[in-house]
């Protein structure tokens, strides 16, 4: 009898060792799903905890779950360090923003050029703007691990939350993408059972973004192909972006947009 409870004492602390806690308030994670084989730091996470590097968080069609890459361990005790004094100011549109606050991390993936720095929260106010459905979006982009290659990036966990009528809707999934050593960013979310890519329509000299987030493209699913382009020369899908300021608060939300210089569409 004294065997047979020590091992199902064995089997009970087994099973409880798949689940995790994380300080600051956020959802627990069972990390229990398969590495996808991309970087070695792969396990199971929630949707709205996790983001990729390369923005694979294509939903699973009969799941409508999300894989995904999860930060390493040391990233988001860092983070959740700081969850207790990241509180803004209750902003319009229903939103509450928060303080913007850096980060120190040790690069999953070092390079020459480094092995880690600190990162800053990059978070997002945008319009919205799709057929008859206007709104404004909230992004709030969390950094959690950096790859190394001419410089050290930032990759995220992302959260955000789009605001229609007054109404306050939670995104899921939702990346926000630094956009590699030029920092041409960009946010994909699904919405209204469609998904969106809030892109740049105009480049400068070496493909380089010259102003925030402008246009909206239209994708079959995210990270896919895009089945309507409002990102062209033609910006038929226009939006206006500014970031959110270290006190929690942003500029004016006005469509600001100009051709960047050297862009070969604006000669």
């Excluded at 996470?45 to 009969?62: G, I, N, S, Y």
């Excluded at 956009?179 to 469609?194: I, K, L, P």
Aim: one cysteine or more; proline letters at 6%; hydrophobic letters at 35%.
């Amino acid at each position: 009898m004294r065997i047979l409870s020590l091992f199902l004492a064995a089997l009970s602390v087994a099973a409880c060792s798949n689940t995790t806690t994380s300080g600051g308030g956020e959802t627990d994670v069972t990390a229990d799903v398969q590495p996808d084989g991309s970087d070695g730091a792969d396990a199971g996470c929630t949707e709205d905890l996790c983001d990729t590097f390369a923005l694979d968080v294509a939903p699973d069609a009969a799941t409508d779950t999300t894989a995904v890459d999860i930060p390493p361990t040391d990233a988001v005790d860092a983070v959740d360090a700081i969850d207790a004094s990241d509180v803004g100011p209750v902003g319009e549109y229903g939103f509450n923003y928060r303080k913007q606050q850096n980060v120190d991390l040790t690069c999953s993936k070092g390079g020459p050029m480094g092995t880690g720095g600190t990162f800053a929260y990059t978070d997002w106010l945008c319009t919205f703007a799709h057929g008859a459905t206007q709104g404004y979006l909230y992004v709030q982009g969390t950094p959690v691990d950096c790859a190394c290659t001419m410089a050290c990036t930032p990759v995220f966990t992302t959260q955000g939350w789009l605001s229609v009528d007054g109404k306050v809707t939670p995104l899921s999934p939702i990346s926000y993408d630094w956009g590699g050593n030029h920092n041409n960013d960009s946010v994909e979310f699904a919405f209204g059972g469609a998904t969106y890519k809030a892109y740049h329509s105009s480049f400068g000299f070496g493909w380089r973004k010259c102003q925030p987030m402008d246009c909206l493209q239209v994708e079959d699913k995210i990270a896919g192909t895009v089945s309507e382009d409002g990102c062209t020369k033609a910006r038929t899908l226009p939006i206006a972006c500014v970031p959110m300021l270290p006190d929690g608060t942003h500029a004016a939300l006005t469509d600001a947009f100009k051709p960047c210089l050297g862009d070969p569409n604006y000669p």
